[in-house]
């Protein structure tokens, strides 16, 4: 069952410039959550938004929501070579049922 | 901060095997997943659990079976291991339902 969906599924940039995900879902929401996996690794928790949010920051995070559109958009400033991950979104399919993953960005940042 | 374990980082096991893939979390959650990543497929949820003794079924359940004895512990059993079930586990725990979940290191099983 797909719910989130990023978008491009991969983004190569250049160290100091900013990198911009974006993820689409299908159906209400309560909150919805970023995520970054580094190579072979597990999950790491990045931000949760909730559903009566429009915009997030964390450190150089910053998330947004626009739940008429159904999108979010995880951008990353200055980004560094450490930034080099996988980032995936997820929410509950409905009501607080288990978060649903998207397949993820890979994101390079060249040093 | 929390921690989720698993037993295992790299396992490799011969077809018709049963595979015991454990996962502990030290923070008292009350939910517990298993889920498996392949290229291409990205995160698909094999099971859930939202207490002692209590499972449910996520989208992939076939040829897997859990076990959840103590609050803190969630077992994934591999009744007998197929090479299809080659792939990368990760377990996660979560506090609430919809909350946050953690992730354990994953375990990279391979099925000969």
């Given amino acids: ?111 | 901060d929390v921690k989720v374990t698993q037993s295992s980082r790299y396992l490799v096991k011969r077809t018709g095997e049963k595979v015991f893939l454990e996962c502990v979390q030290d923070m008292d959650h009350e939910n517990m997943f298993w889920y498996r990543q392949d290229p291409g497929l990205g995160l698909r949820l094999i099971y859930f659990s939202y207490d002692v003794k209590m499972k449910e079924k996520g989208d992939i359940p076939e040829g897997y079976s859990v076990s959840r004895e103590k609050k803190e512990r969630f077992s994934l059993i591999l009744e007998s291991a197929s090479t299809n079930q080659t792939s990368m586990y990760l377990c996660a725990s979560s506090l609430s339902d919809g909350d946050t979940q953690y992730f354990g290191p994953g375990t990279r099983l391979l099925v000969l």
């Fill in chain 1, 1 to 111: 069952s797909q719910q989130g969906e990023e978008d491009p599924q991969a983004l190569s940039i250049q160290e100091g410039e900013n990198a911009t995900m974006n993820c689409s879902y299908k159906t209400s929401i309560n909150n919805l959550q970023w995520y970054r996996q580094n190579s072979g690794r597990g999950l790491v928790h990045l931000i949760l938004i909730r559903s009566n949010e429009r915009e997030k920051h964390s450190g150089r995070l910053r998330v947004t929501l626009d739940t008429s559109k159904k999108s979010s958009s995880l951008l990353i400033t200055a980004s560094r070579a450490a930034d080099t991950a996988s980032y995936f979104c997820a929410t509950p399919l409905s009501g607080n049922t288990p978060l649903v993953f998207g397949k993820g960005t890979r994101l390079s940042v060249i040093a």
